[in-house]
């Protein structure tokens, strides 16, 4: 089956501080995975996708590499700022359905 | 272009009351998802529809639980006799007719149900 496994948190970081949430996934085909961002009181917004193996998606300073041989997808940003504090959400969509699968989500809080 | 639509934003019910959630998808979007939000769990799948069919309604709970995607208005998710336990925010997404299947969805605000 399909399924998404994100690193637990909640995670607090320092501003400037560097960014790394995990993200596993199994899958039956051959998917594309996504981050999705969800700002307090707000619905999940589009961060980045990869659709194919060894593409790399990136926005707003955040990546993550489509890594095939470990299943992974982990997301990543060099610098983060108060405002990317939000709950981050790794998701696979296999490239013969319709359906999304998505991860526990992934708090981040970004102090001053 | 508006963005999805979810209305009401809060919902507050007692047990064994009903509850009835809309979602206007945005416009041009014939495919709707619902999705539900429980604390410490993460977004899981409740269903997919089209205009007038239920396509995967493989994770909605088999009793109270329903819904719908009429041709005219919006797309309604009804809980019968809700409880405790249906606490949650509950997210609707919608997606064009002809997406690509690595094409985003997009996703409205939410309604948070709280059942007293």
């Known amino acids: 089956g399909n399924s998404v496994t994100q690193m637990e948190g909640p995670v607090t970081l320092s501003e400037e501080a560097f960014l790394t949430i995990n993200c596993t996934y199994t899958a039956t085909g051959y998917p594309s995975l996504f981050w999705y961002v969800q700002y307090p009181g707000e619905g999940l917004q589009l961060l980045l996708k990869a659709t194919k193996a060894d593409d790399k998606g990136s926005n707003k300073g955040f990546e993550a590499t489509y890594r095939k041989e470990t299943t992974s997808f982990h997301l990543e940003k060099g610098s983060v700022q108060v405002s990317d504090s939000a709950v981050y959400f790794c998701?696979?969509?296999?490239?013969?359905?319709?359906?999304?699968?998505f991860g526990t989500g992934t708090s981040l809080t970004v102090i001053p | 272009n508006a963005g999805v639509m979810q209305n009401p934003r809060h919902l507050v019910r007692r047990r064994g009351q009903e509850a009835r959630l809309r979602c206007s998808p945005m416009?041009?979007?014939?495919?709707v998802y619902w999705y539900r939000q429980l604390p410490e769990e993460g977004l899981k799948f409740m269903v997919y529809l089209q205009k007038e069919n239920i396509i995967d309604e493989s994770g909605m709970p088999k009793e109270r639980f329903s819904a719908e995607f009429p041709k005219e208005g919006p797309s309604i998710l009804r809980i019968q006799q809700v409880v405790r336990g249906d606490s949650a925010a509950y997210f609707c997404?919608?997606?064009?007719?002809?997406?690509?299947?690595?094409?985003?969805?997009?996703f409205g605000s939410g309604t948070q149900l709280s059942v007293l």
């Open positions: 416009k041009g979007h014939s495919h």
């Open positions: 997404a919608s997606s064009p007719l002809d997406r690509a299947v690595n094409e985003k969805l997009f």
């Open positions: 998701a696979l969509s296999e490239n013969t359905g319709n359906q999304f699968y």
